[in-house]
């Protein structure tokens, strides 16, 4: 039973470039969150999708836009890159009437 | 204010030490807490979630003081393989709110 993937999992990209991040939750989930997670600090939520609508969006800007498809899947999207959105990127996956998240492995993005 | 502020690490302890760490929060309207922990540059993975006034694994107890609005950590007789960062937070409606996470180092 394959838990949550992402792709890819390292990324160097140059500032201004766009960049798209994949996820696959985990077997029977329906919910997919984005999380930035800077080096020495804690996940910072982005935002979540359930039924292929964004359901809460975290404090980032409009330049982080995402999508998930019908099987659950889900995309995150930066544009304008900025040395500052060089981070760990992580996706969770959950059931939307429970709580507990299981996380990817991450992708570890570079703007160089 | 950060919602969510842990202890600053890193936290260097034998093994076989008990050490303990505190989360404090801000949104008094949480319901659900949790400590995850985080090896070098992998995934957090869930160690505990916290409903009610506490929780126990093992040699892991995770007490929550809704009053004073922290939670806290607990590991009984370290071992080297606790060695990571820890993080704690709560579940705000659907989003984690996560602290900084605390390293911790246990040593031979």
């Known amino acids: 039973d394959a838990g949550v993937t992402q792709s890819p999992t390292h990324l160097i990209k140059t500032r201004g470039q766009q960049v798209t991040l994949r996820c696959s939750p985990k077997s029977g989930h329906d919910t997919v969150s984005w999380y930035q997670q800077a080096l020495g600090q804690g996940p910072q939520f982005i935002f979540q999708?359930?039924?292929?609508?964004?359901?809460q969006r975290g404090n980032f800007p409009d330049r982080f836009s995402g999508h998930q498809f019908p099987n659950y899947s889900s995309e995150l999207n930066v544009n304008a890159l900025l040395l500052g959105d060089s981070a760990l990127y992580l996706c969770a996956s959950s059931l939307f009437s429970r709580e507990v998240e299981d996380f990817g492995a991450g992708t570890r993005l570079s703007v160089l | 204010r950060k919602e969510v502020e842990q202890d600053p690490g890193p936290f260097n302890v034998p093994e076989g030490a008990t050490v303990a760490f505190n989360c404090t929060y801000s949104?008094?309207?949480?319901?659900?807490f949790f400590w995850y922990r985080q090896d070098c540059r992998k995934e957090p993975k869930l160690l505990m979630s916290v409903y009610s006034s506490g929780n126990e694994d093992g040699r892991f107890t995770a007490q929550l003081n809704r009053a004073s609005q922290y939670i806290s950590l607990l590991i009984r007789d370290s071992k080297l393989s606790d060695s990571a960062t820890y993080l704690c937070?709560?579940?705000?409606?659907?989003?984690?709110?996560f602290g900084q996470g605390t390293e911790l180092s246990v040593k031979p």
């Open positions: 999708y359930y039924e292929e609508e964004e359901r």
């Open positions: 937070g709560n579940n705000q409606g659907g989003k984690l709110i």
């Open positions: 949104n008094s309207a949480s319901q659900s």
